[in-house]
């Protein structure tokens, strides 16, 4: 049995989504969509890239907790990806690793290209992949990997949703901790990036947005989860309590599920005691 008292968003009301929203991997885990500020792209599932090690030189948490680890950002041609968001990811990655300033030149439903801007536009390295029609997956068609600038700290792709997927999770952990200033030098000192205190403001904004969102859609779908438990558990008894805020929607109270399997064992136990 269990009863959890809390307060949160309204049940069953439509909220305005964000318009930069989370990829739906999050959704099946612990997040809804993004996307950057562009034409959605097919998607399905997002594979699990992140190195749980903190091998890579990247990693490391602040003050405890998870560390901000990211992928090693191998690339080759023929690297195939679940999605064109796995591929901007792996893109990101390597940005990070190498410092170099990668920017966005090719935008499509079913086609992405990132090209590096260093050298006064001269360098000659572009990584380009496409969602082609006989496969289900992202494979990179094109890639030449030849540098002919320095890292010189800027990269055009380290916008505001970049910054804000980064700093998503530590924000969760510590709001009060991860403020703009600790984001701006926290992208220096690891990844030796510039960003502005503006970026870190807004971004900080954004994964804040982000997570309200997980919440309301997660509070709105009590109902189903509730239905799902008493198809799967026949027997079973689920109850939602909610009650009505200033604006007139309910609003969740409590939950209290007590699963048919577990009555039948407390009262088997129960009575092998009063019987001993």
């Given at each position: 049995?269990?009863?959890?008292?809390v307060?949160?968003p309204?049940?069953?009301?439509e909220f305005?989504e964000?318009g930069?929203?989370?990829?739906?991997f999050?959704?099946?885990?612990?997040?809804?969509d993004?996307t950057?500020?562009?034409e959605?792209?097919r998607?399905n599932?997002?594979p699990?890239?992140?190195?749980?090690?903190?091998?890579n030189?990247?990693?490391?948490a602040?003050r405890?907790?998870?560390?901000i680890?990211?992928g090693?950002g191998i690339m080759y041609?023929g690297?195939?990806f679940y999605?064109?968001i796995a591929f901007?990811e792996c893109v990101t990655?390597y940005?990070?690793?190498?410092?170099c300033n990668?920017?966005q030149?090719?935008?499509d439903?079913?086609r992405?290209?990132f090209?590096?801007v260093?050298a006064?536009?001269k360098?000659?390295?572009k990584?380009?992949?496409a969602?082609?029609?006989?496969?289900s997956?992202w494979?990179?068609t094109?890639?030449?990997?030849?540098?002919?600038?320095?890292?010189?700290g800027?990269?055009e792709m380290f916008k505001?949703?970049v910054?804000a997927?980064?700093?998503?999770?530590k924000?969760?952990?510590?709001p009060?901790?991860?403020?703009?200033?600790?984001m701006e030098?926290t992208i220096?000192?690891k990844?030796?990036?510039?960003a502005?205190r503006?970026?870190?403001q807004a971004?900080?904004r954004?994964?804040?947005?982000?997570?309200?969102?997980?919440?309301?859609?997660?509070?709105?779908?009590?109902?189903d989860?509730g239905?799902?438990?008493?198809?799967a558990?026949?027997?079973?008894?689920v109850e939602?309590d909610?009650?009505?805020n200033?604006?007139g929607h309910d609003?969740?109270?409590r939950?209290?599920?007590?699963?048919?399997v577990l009555?039948?064992?407390?009262?088997?136990?129960?009575?092998?005691t009063?019987w001993?």
């Amino acid at each position: 049995m269990a009863l959890v008292p809390v307060v949160n968003p309204p049940i069953g009301v439509e909220f305005d989504e964000e318009g930069e929203d989370r990829d739906e991997f999050h959704i099946d885990k612990l997040a809804t969509d993004f996307t950057e500020t562009e034409e959605s792209i097919r998607h399905n599932v997002y594979p699990e890239s992140d190195d749980e090690s903190e091998g890579n030189g990247r990693g490391g948490a602040a003050r405890g907790g998870t560390p901000i680890v990211r992928g090693d950002g191998i690339m080759y041609k023929g690297q195939r990806f679940y999605n064109g968001i796995a591929f901007k990811e792996c893109v990101t990655d390597y940005a990070l690793a190498t410092g170099c300033n990668l920017k966005q030149y090719r935008y499509d439903r079913d086609r992405i290209g990132f090209r590096c801007v260093g050298a006064k536009g001269k360098c000659q390295w572009k990584v380009y992949a496409a969602s082609l029609h006989n496969e289900s997956m992202w494979r990179i068609t094109k890639y030449t990997n030849t540098h002919v600038c320095v890292p010189n700290g800027e990269c055009e792709m380290f916008k505001v949703p970049v910054i804000a997927r980064l700093f998503l999770d530590k924000i969760r952990e510590e709001p009060d901790y991860y403020m703009p200033l600790k984001m701006e030098q926290t992208i220096m000192e690891k990844w030796k990036i510039s960003a502005t205190r503006g970026q870190c403001q807004a971004a900080r904004r954004k994964a804040l947005a982000w997570i309200a969102s997980e919440y309301d859609t997660q509070f709105e779908r009590l109902r189903d989860y509730g239905a799902e438990i008493l198809e799967a558990n026949q027997g079973s008894v689920v109850e939602i309590d909610t009650v009505k805020n200033d604006a007139g929607h309910d609003v969740f109270k409590r939950f209290y599920v007590c699963f048919d399997v577990l009555r039948k064992t407390w009262k088997k136990n129960l009575q092998a005691t009063n019987w001993g």
